[in-house]
């Protein structure tokens, strides 16, 4: 069976588009970190807070934050993970980047934008699905209103191995919608059979909107094992155990009866 997983979650209240400001703080964040983790999750957009000014704050994978991200991860060596605004080929994107401590990175481009927020109206959306691998552990990392949609997220089954251990969600959402947030994260470990793990902000950003947080780890049961206190910047480090999830799997056989299922571009 596979170790423990240690996971860090960051929940901050970002400076609006002022990314020394964010930087900073979650450098201080790193030092108060109390035992060696193995990977650091941070917010959407963590560098800035939720923009749509794309063209004035993104940035090329060889721009200062990813080089921060790097420089990060090999001090604490840990993964670190967040999203960013990066241009790429003349499009923008909503950027997740897995940030390994040797340097080498994985990227994943948020698939679903927010349309009330016009933020299809400036990025690009991505149409490739991430899994990544950390000490065995399968994670499955996506970006705030990609929550909404079961049908991307969903676990498969083939033979009795399941695509990924953990669903990973960073966001900026909104406290209005904090109830829906809450739920569907709820609902996406039952039907997945899986923990899923989820940073959000805090704080009031630039454009007036609120944001309680509700970071969180829930188990593969739907049952919180650690929440972050709302409406407060707060860090929390927590063990997740494999065995117990492969030995809910085995008990409970649901996996075998999922659809199956292609999702077009």
């Given amino acids: 069976m596979l170790p423990d997983l240690t996971i860090t979650l960051i929940q ?28 650091v999750v941070l917010p959407e957009m963590f560098n800035t807070g939720f923009v749509t000014d794309q063209r004035s704050l993104a940035e090329d994978m060889n721009g200062p934050t990813v080089a921060w991200m790097a420089s990060q991860a090999a001090s604490l060596k840990s993964v670190i993970t967040g999203s960013l605004v990066v241009v790429e080929n003349g499009n923008y994107y ?42 065995g552990w ?16 969903k676990n498969t089954w083939n033979d009795g191995i399941y695509e990924y251990d953990i669903l990973l969600y960073m966001a900026n959402w909104p406290a209005v919608r904090s109830y829906a947030y809450r739920q569907l994260l709820i609902a996406r ?36 094992i650690t929440e972050i206190v709302p409406d407060q910047e707060g860090i929390e480090t927590i063990n997740l155990n494999y065995n117990q999830l492969a030995d809910f799997r085995k008990g409970f056989t649901v996996g075998m009866d999922w659809d199956i299922f292609e999702i077009k571009s």
């Fill in 12 to 39: 901050p209240d970002l400076a609006w588009q002022d990314k020394n400001a964010n930087l900073q703080k979650f450098g201080d964040f790193f030092r108060k970190i109390d035992r060696k983790t193995d990977l």
């Fill in 94 to 135: 909503n950027r997740l980047v897995w940030m390994q401590p040797d340097g080498n990175c994985k990227i994943y481009d948020k698939r679903h934008l927010f349309h009330p927020g016009n933020e299809h109206e400036q990025f690009s959306a991505g149409s490739e699905k991430l899994v990544v691998e950390l000490y």
């Fill in 138 to 153: 399968k994670i499955c990392p996506l970006v705030c209103y990609d929550l909404r949609f079961p049908v991307w997220s």
């Fill in 189 to 224: 470990a039952i039907e997945n059979q899986s923990y899923v793990v989820a940073v959000n902000r805090v704080g009031i950003d630039g454009k007036g909107t609120n944001h309680q947080g509700d970071s969180t780890i829930i188990d593969y049961k739907g049952k919180h």
